[in-house]
């Protein structure tokens, strides 16, 4: 007979419990547990606090000891077209809008299939998730095959099937894509990982009459609704000679905004566009390296921050990147933002991290259950190995992470209170088929 200190309805039984770890939990405070533990029961975190603290009724399935290691919430990719990979390296050193006619939408048409959306989005998940990155936004075509490549790899997704006036490689007509957007929210409503958003393509692609039709969508779904908006000036002289307005305007006035909006790029802001964005509640994804690539422009991240606006970071799509490293992405929108600020104080290491994380959780109205470390919320996080060269010496960890951290130094990554990565080994796929059958399917292609 075993005698147990406690009484057996006071024992929590805890799926996994990691130990020893500097938790950094990106809560409203900005938290943190010098050496922490956190206890998780199914997909949530049970339990959090310093290690002397360690509640002694559970029963644990499986420890890690972290001792030495950093814990932070996984990086949340506010915008991506995933199975972009396909084209990478496709018509480079061009603005966008000669990028897209020429190069990637006549690619489209040919090469992207359900089966290519799955590869690809397969290997932007690979570097995704290798990088410290569990959660991304999509917006492309396929998006059933993207919540496939979710299931399959336990990455969390943000799918959204792309709509425009004109037929896409997947639906004949924007109505096609709309109705296609009501199949994946009743398939995939309750999912644990997959959400699914309204995925409108550009004020530039999409009829007034279809940007309010998609608008009313996600009100009546109750989901998130996702734009490129304001990217560069050919669509800012483009809609002010079709509409006689800015593009920020033309979405307010037809009731697109609001807080269930995201709006991607963002980069000609006039101030009243700016007032519009924060009064009807959107949230911006910047996208730093995106812009930067094709000569676009740059966000005025900071400012928009001091007005209140919720900004979030994302990497666009790896053939307009051309990685998929959100971390890489927050250490460039740190230096950019000083290049065109001539300011070094106009965003701080934490304010970075946080753009990088509950921001993103918070565009999407996922922050309840997303985006930082708190006891209730899902358990999705990172174990970073700060044991290297170029973390040293380790004043703030903030930093470190802001400026000087690798993609590499992610060792682990939790989503959904699963492992997906232990050790840099991808749990639940198979590297070297995805690598062949993308070798053999580039082959027949190129
Ligand atoms: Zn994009």
């Not at 770890?21 to 206890?39: F, N, R």
């Not at 396929?142 to 959204?160: H, K």
């Not at 099937?161 to 007509?173: H, L, Q, V």
């Amino acid at each position: 007979m075993i005698l147990y200190p406690y009484k057996m309805s006071e024992i929590q039984n805890i799926d996994l419990a990691i130990t020893g770890a500097h938790i950094l939990t990106i809560d409203e405070t900005m938290k943190e547990y010098k050496q922490g533990s956190i206890y998780i029961a199914g997909n949530r975190i049970k339990w959090m606090g310093p290690d002397t603290e360690q509640p002694e009724n559970f029963v644990v399935r499986e420890k890690i000891d972290a001792s030495g290691k950093i814990i932070m919430p996984v990086f949340f990719n506010g915008h991506n077209h995933a199975s972009m990979s396909f084209l990478r390296g496709l018509g480079n050193d061009l603005s966008l809008d000669k990028w897209l006619n020429d190069f990637i939408w006549p690619a489209e048409k040919v090469m992207i299939n359900p089966d290519t959306v799955y590869l690809g989005t397969m290997l932007s998940v690979i570097e995704m998730i290798r990088s410290g990155s569990g959660i991304f936004s999509d917006m492309y075509f396929f998006e059933d095959q993207v919540a496939r490549v979710c299931e399959e790899t336990g990455m969390r997704g943000i799918i959204g099937e792309a709509i425009f006036d004109f037929p896409s490689p997947s639906r004949a007509t924007p109505q096609e894509s709309m109705q296609f957007t009501r199949e994946l929210h009743s398939r995939f409503q309750g999912h644990s990982l997959i959400n699914v958003s309204v995925a409108v393509h550009a004020p530039y692609t999409c009829s007034p009459d279809l940007i309010r039709q998609a608008g009313e969508l996600a009100k009546e779904l109750d989901i998130s609704a996702n734009i490129h908006l304001a990217e560069t000036t050919t669509e800012i002289d483009m809609i002010a000679g079709l509409y006689g307005k800015s593009p920020v305007q033309h979405l307010y006035d037809l009731n697109f905004l609001s807080e269930r909006t995201v709006a991607h790029h963002s980069v000609y802001l006039s101030p009243e566009d700016r007032q519009l964005i924060k009064d009807s509640g959107t949230s911006v994804v910047t996208l730093p390296n995106s812009n930067m690539k094709l000569g676009s422009g740059a966000c005025a991240v900071g400012e928009l921050i001091k007005l209140g606006i919720n900004v979030a970071l994302g990497t666009d799509g790896p053939a307009s990147n051309n990685h998929q490293s959100l971390l890489r992405e927050m250490q460039q929108l740190a230096r950019l933002e000083r290049v065109v600020n001539y300011d070094p104080t106009s965003i701080s290491a934490q304010e970075l991290i946080r753009i990088a994380t509950i921001n993103g959780a918070r565009a999407y109205g996922l922050d309840k259950d997303l985006g930082s470390l708190e006891c209730g919320k899902k358990a999705d996080f990172q174990i970073i190995n700060p044991d290297q060269p170029h973390w040293y010496p380790r004043y703030d960890p903030y930093n470190s992470i802001a400026y000087a951290m690798q993609s590499n130094d992610v060792e682990s990554v939790i989503i959904d209170g699963k492992i997906v990565m232990r050790n840099r080994v991808l749990v639940n796929i198979d590297e070297k088929r995805i690598s062949k059958e993308l070798k053999k399917k580039a082959g027949m292609l190129f």
